[in-house]
């Protein structure tokens, strides 16, 4: 017998990997890019540009915050699928499904009407003050009206995600992210004798009008081509007490996770309006690359959550070097183009001389930590489809109390403003990839 072994390690195909991962970088990217398009067009019209940009920031990362937060049930759906789907046993979770979309609908509900009512009270706390105060207050009443749309299509997204197929997320949300940009050039400028130019609360108007596009297309995908159905049943699924569990530890952990995207919002608006509008860009532009790599995530998820199910330890572990592998050569891709395009890249969102001068001086930092960023995502990813919720939210709470802001505060009594905030997200990225990391070796390295 050879001394070499014939026999090759069990790993999941670069080509399984990226069936789920492609599609769901487009998708991903879709909802950041609305933003993006929001931001661009608003950020460029001709009157009062950089507090309908200020305002739009705010907005955006508020919006985020809620949904975020809110959307860990589409995470915990999706573990819990592809749980069952590797342990062969979907029938268990039939009844979950439409009991997991219908608490969605209802927590958005109410969420709409609590947040729209204290509006005012809401951005007040993020430092938003005179026309820019005002710009939120309206821009953000009618952008809420998508929440509905958005949780219930985000619950459904995390079924296809369990189901392995990101491939209808990334339809949905593309035919989204077209609906929006098309209809912010439409009623953000408006056309003369036809369509009355509605500046900031045309912006909104479109991304409702996206959400429930998406929607529509994801409702169908659902009851066409899933074995699952919305008919309710009146006796709880066993799994509903998991789901919510897991749901409330990520609920937890994104309340954490938005806590700092606050606090960086809440002080750099505090620094005036060029610097909100200068952080907007950056705290979008971040995001984007956080969605763009998040695909690869998201292929950790679902296929992490089989492989779990399956109890294929070993190629748990060795999905784990590939997909980060993948998506650190993403993140330097991304970061690389960027360089490139240094100063370009602030031109397309605003003219501004001194919000340019302001993003420019701070916009390699967002640059240099891609490469920690990816690595966090992609254990943070797998650890979802695992179910280790528990962790996921104990890591974000040490990595925004005891890392992010009391870096913040260090720097900023420094007097380094902007610089303040992307060290003190530098220090919240890098230990949350150390601690998945270290817990992910520690755990599945012995097993595999």
Known sequence: MSSKSSIKTPKVSFKEINTIAIPAIIAGIAEPLISLSDIAIIGNVETNAVEALAAAGIVGSFLSAIIWILAQTKTAISALVSQHLGSNRLNAVKTLVPQTILLNFILSLIIYFVTAFFAELIFSAYNAEGLILDYTQSYYRIRALGYPFTLVTFAIFGVFRGLQNTLWAMKCSLAGGAVNIGLDFLLVYGIDGFIPAMHLEGAAIASVIAQAVMLVMALYFFIKKTPFHLKLSLKLNPSLKPLISMASNLFLRTLALNIAIYLANSYATDYGKNYIAAQSILMNIWLFFSFFIDGYANAGN?????????????????LSKDISKYAVIIAL???????????????????????????????WLVLLMQPINAIAFMFDGIFKGLGEAKYLRNVLLIATFLGFWPTLILFDYLGLKLYAIWIAFFVWMLIRSIALVIKFRKKYLSTS
């Open 302 to 318: 679902a296929i992490g959550g089989k492989l779990l199910g399956a109890k294929a330890y070993t190629k748990l572990w060795n």
């Open 333 to 363: 891709l991304l970061a690389g183009i960027c360089a490139l395009l240094y100063d370009e890249i602030g031109l397309i969102f605003n003219k501004d001389e001194q919000v340019l001068f302001l993003f420019s001086s701070v916009f």
